[in-house]
């Protein structure tokens, strides 16, 4: 198998994202190449540098722009620049 014919990538129990912009958890992630996303099911967190917080049954993540959907019985939680919710 060549680096160029990978198509996912799968993390299981307990996964962990740490990237520059966002930090994550939950039970399962998965990375695919096409499309540049990661899924995040099974109590996924997500949240930024500046401490804003998603949740849901299903998250998805779109690398590139850095911009994320929850999905199913989902809370967010945005803050201002002065801190307050």
């Known amino acids: 198998m060549e680096a160029g014919n990978i198509e996912r990538i ?11 912009n966002n930090t994550g958890t939950s039970d399962e992630m998965t990375y695919f190449v096409k ?34 959907q929850a999905i199913g019985g989902g809370t967010a939680t945005f803050y201002s620049e002065d801190r307050t919710q």
């Open 10 to 20: 799968v993390a299981e129990k307990n996964a962990r994202l740490n990237s520059e």
């Open 35 to 68: 499309g540049d996303k990661l899924v995040m099911e099974g109590r996924p967190v997500l949240r930024d540098a500046k401490q804003n917080v998603i949740t849901g049954t299903t998250i998805i993540h779109y690398v590139s722009s850095n911009r994320s």
